[in-house]
């Protein structure tokens, strides 16, 4: 941490130890690799300049997704928010989709964010499950704290899951009740939606070492589901 | 019956609109006339294909207010809801009108906007086309009767989930070679059967049916312009005609046919399609199937009359019917990757025949096309309507 | 429990429907009595679906189709944690939709 002045101690949360998500691979229906691994704070201006343009697609409610992502992100970078991490999917170091979350308590996990890139590939749901996975078996919790802000993402977690109600618990975004995933239930739907492979090859490692971002224009509209019509 | 020719076929891109319903089927149907390039000859009459614009859009009439739209007053209008046979359906009330003499052009535009909604709420809407007493009321979707169909027609006829899947694969390439299909990336066998990755990449949707087993849900429209013989001497160019187009129903409920794995309305409307053509299945150089569900593409070939009962799956394997084999089917990607704007459908199968017989399809292009054929399956099966057109010289 | 699910018995010619017509299939005729539907019988075909319409909070549903001992073919949910196809089961009624305050009642199978 070197030298930060004794006002700014006071400022940032205490911190926890927390291990580093070991980098995997998986393969894509398209067969493709992806690798997901964990970002460091300096990395992440780049996903800033992702997010961005995403913050006025009110379809989905990706312009909320992406304030409160932003958000977050800014508040890890500036160290103003407690035990976050940032995992990203990278496809050829293409950023593919980002997850995002932080620990409450050594027992408790909380999810934030889940925004994916490139469709029709099931990357947000690798993305989400590589989040359980870091939560229940590298940080060693307990349970996670999810909510959802869009429809989609309400069938797909709280169903696919299935999640248990916690609805006594206000979740950080926006107070809105909370649902859990308890161990147990991560550990019996783990065989259908946690998936990919370790240790990654170097050439992997170093193709994704750098996070390359699609180009603006293409991320509005892989993200809005929208292509330029033709006639 | 007078001859009919189609003049002119335009379509939007598939996939997820932020256009109005109108809009879509506006761009689609001046695409078309604009393909046909009518000069002063006048439309006569709109037939408009949609299945769910009164529930997920809130718009009716669709028919009238195309005309409006495109300023063709006092054309005739029509609308046509005739669940995922509406396409079809619509180009055969078309055809009807010139053949019969009343009227010389018809322009006939299918259109969905069903993206509006949300996935749940799409499955739901095109599920009440089932039996709402026998089927609906126990949670019976499009899904749920293609799989029960699967798994029967699979245990029947030895078909396994490596063939579907060479459905899939076969059409997502077709598709990344179509600039108005929905979905432009392949898959790979690995990626969707064989790694242990798959079953989170292609997690089932209605066993033994898998995600990359069904079509996607899209927005869009496709158009074609009907005219009359004198119409079509007068414009000059390529002559696509209108062969043959044959219909037929079967029972609402699935369970009530003597066969489930028997898709008889589909041969029905085939053979009739056929024999108004003059025509027989070995005629036919290039095929849209209608695949929602992968299995349909395999047992609609069948009953189709261009492979035996239960040999699709391994023409299939043989590779006769991907883009450079014998007999190329869905060359467009098909329903499966091209997407379904459920209503427009019908009418894009004939959309990409058109062009197919025109020499109009670059990377996808079959060589020499000169008969076509196309299947719209409309319920699961109870409503089928086949087509047959034929390029004259 | 109410609300037995029925079919039609042709007055004419004695064919049993299922679901209702207004018109015998077979014979044409109009008059008909009603029957009550079920027994047992054995599996046709089975799905587990999870493309559901958004009333059902569940991951997915087993449904199938059964001939029963009589003919008559009946649609229904397939309550058996083994199915497989051919196997012996009976029709019971039970809850299979929820409509707004609304219980359905409709045809479940379960194993004999």
Request: charged share 25%; aromatic share 6%; hydrophobic share 40%.
């Amino acid at each position: 941490m070197g030298n930060i002045s004794e006002l700014e101690v006071l400022l940032r949360p205490p911190a926890m130890d927390m291990p580093v998500y070991p980098p995997k691979a998986i393969t894509l229906a398209s067969g493709e690799t992806m690798v997901v691994r964990q970002v460091a704070r300096e990395e992440v201006p780049t996903l800033l300049e992702a997010i961005y343009p995403l913050l006025w697609v009110e379809r989905d409610f990706y312009d909320i997704v992406a304030a409160r992502l932003f958000g977050e992100l800014l508040a890890y970078k500036r160290y103003r928010v407690k035990d976050e991490y940032v995992l990203v999917g990278l496809i050829d170091g293409v950023l593919a989709g980002m997850v995002n979350g932080r620990l409450v308590d050594e027992k408790t996990g909380m999810s934030y964010h889940t925004l994916t890139i490139r469709r029709g590939l099931r990357v947000g749901s690798h993305l989400f499950a590589a989040k359980m996975e870091y939560h229940i078996e590298h940080c060693q919790q307990e349970e996670v704290l999810i909510v959802a802000e869009s429809p989609i993402g309400f069938r797909r977690w709280m169903i696919e899951y299935p999640l248990e109600k916690k609805f006594e618990v206000q979740h950080e975004m926006g107070g809105v009740p909370s649902w859990l995933l308890p161990k147990d239930v991560y550990y019996a739907a783990k065989p259908r939606l946690v998936a990919g492979h370790r240790p990654i090859s170097d050439e992997l490692m170093k193709s994704s070492a750098t996070i390359i971002l699609p180009e603006e224009e293409t991320v509005v509209r892989q993200v809005a589901g929208e292509k330029e019509e033709q006639q | 019956m007078k001859p009919v020719y189609i003049a002119g076929a335009g379509m939007t891109q598939f996939g997820r609109s932020e256009w109005t319903l109108m809009q879509l089927a506006s761009v689609a149907s001046l695409a078309a006339l604009h393909h046909a390039n009518l000069g002063d000859i006048r439309v006569d009459g709109v037939v408009v294909a949609n299945m769910g614009a009164a529930r997920v859009n809130r718009q009716t009439a669709l028919g009238s207010a195309l005309v409006d739209q495109l300023a063709l007053y006092p054309a005739t209008a029509e609308s046509v809801e005739n669940g995922p046979a509406s396409g079809a359906s619509a180009v055969k009330i078309g055809v009807q009108a010139i053949a019969s003499g009343m009227a010389d052009v018809v322009l006939v535009t299918g259109v969905e906007r069903m993206r509006v909604v949300n996935g749940l709420e799409g499955t739901d809407f095109v599920a009440s086309l089932s039996h709402p007493e026998a089927e609906y009321i126990y949670g019976v979707t499009l899904p749920a009767l293609a799989g029960m169909f699967a798994r029967l027609f699979m245990d029947k006829f030895g078909v396994e989930r490596k063939h579907l899947a060479m459905v899939a694969i076969k059409n997502h390439e077709n598709a990344a070679k179509n600039p108005y299909a929905h979905i432009q990336q392949t898959v790979t066998m690995e990626g969707i059967l064989t790694l242990p990755e798959a079953a989170v990449n292609n997690p089932p949707i209605a066993e033994p049916l898998h995600m990359f087993d069904c079509c996607p849900v899209s927005d869009g429209a496709a158009s074609l312009v009907l005219v009359s013989e004198d119409v079509a001497a007068k414009l000059g160019g390529p002559k696509v005609r209108v062969a043959g187009i044959g219909q037929a129903t079967d029972t609402h409920a699935v369970h009530e046919r003597e066969d489930p794995t028997d898709l008889k309305s589909v041969r029905i409307a085939a053979k009739t399609a056929f024999d108004r053509a003059g025509l027989k299945p070995q005629d036919v150089d290039v095929v849209e199937l209608h695949d929602a569900f992968t299995i349909l593409e395999i047992a609609e070939s069948e009953a189709s009359g261009f492979f035996p009962r239960g040999e699709g799956h391994k023409a299939l394997e043989r590779g006769e019917t991907r883009l450079d084999g014998a007999l190329p089917i869905n060359p467009s990607g098909g329903l499966k990757a091209k997407g379904h704007p459920v209503g427009a459908t019908g009418v894009a199968q004939l959309v990409e025949l058109v062009w197919q017989l025109r020499g109009e399809c670059d990377a996808r292009q079959v060589k020499d096309a000169k008969v076509a054929y196309a299947c719209n399956f409309g319920g699961f099966g109870n409503n089928v309507v086949a087509s047959v057109l034929q390029r004259e010289a | 429990m109410s609300g037995k699910v029925y079919g039609m018995k042709c007055n004419s010619c004695g064919t049993v429907s299922y679901p209702k017509h207004a018109v015998c299939p077979d014979c044409r005729n109009e008059r008909f009595e009603e029957v009550a539907i079920g027994g047992e019988g054995k599996v046709l075909t089975y799905t587990d679906v999870y493309a559901l319409a958004i009333e059902y909070e569940t991951r997915y549903l087993r449904l199938a189709i059964v001939e029963l001992d009589d003919g008559i073919r009946v649609t229904g949910q397939l309550l058996d944690d083994e199915p497989k196809l051919g196997m012996r089961v009976k029709t019971i009624l039970g809850t299979v939709r929820q409509s707004g305050e609304t219980a359905i009642q409709g045809l479940q199978f379960v194993s004999v």
